[in-house]
């Protein structure tokens, strides 16, 4: 049995913005772990479906609904297309200057 890499050389790192930011579960202080779990259940099957590709890091975040992850550019168009996703951007530094 082969294995694939965590990460090949044409993967990019991107953002996927889901569509759903949660306003029900705002991002304040006092409601942070219960927003932390509607976002691991709102991104798990979009997660799962990835990691069931390949395994690879996942990054997700709590103020928005998204995750950070590498993807190749079949996989970015793939998610694109998904109802549930809103946006597939780049992931990129930021460089103050």
């Known amino acids: 049995m082969t294995q694939v890499p965590a ?7 991107v953002i996927v913005i889901l569509r759903d930011q949660m306003a029900s579960v705002p991002p304040v202080r006092r409601a942070m772990e219960a927003r932390s779990s509607a976002l691991a259940a ?3 099957s979009l ?6 590709m390949r395994n690879r890091k996942v990054t997700s975040f709590s103020t928005i609904n998204a995750f ?8 970015a168009a ?10 597939v951007v780049p992931d990129l530094s930021l460089i103050h200057i």
């Not at 990460?7 to 790192?13: G, I, R, T, V």
């Not at 992850?69 to 079949?74: H, K, M, R, Y």
């Open 47 to 52: 997660v799962a479906h990835l990691q069931q």
């Open 42 to 44: 709102s991104q798990s």
């Open 68 to 75: 950070a992850t590498s993807v190749s550019a079949e996989e």
């Open 7 to 13: 990460q090949s050389a044409a993967d990019s790192n």
């Open 78 to 87: 793939q998610l694109s297309a998904h109802p549930l996703v809103q946006a």
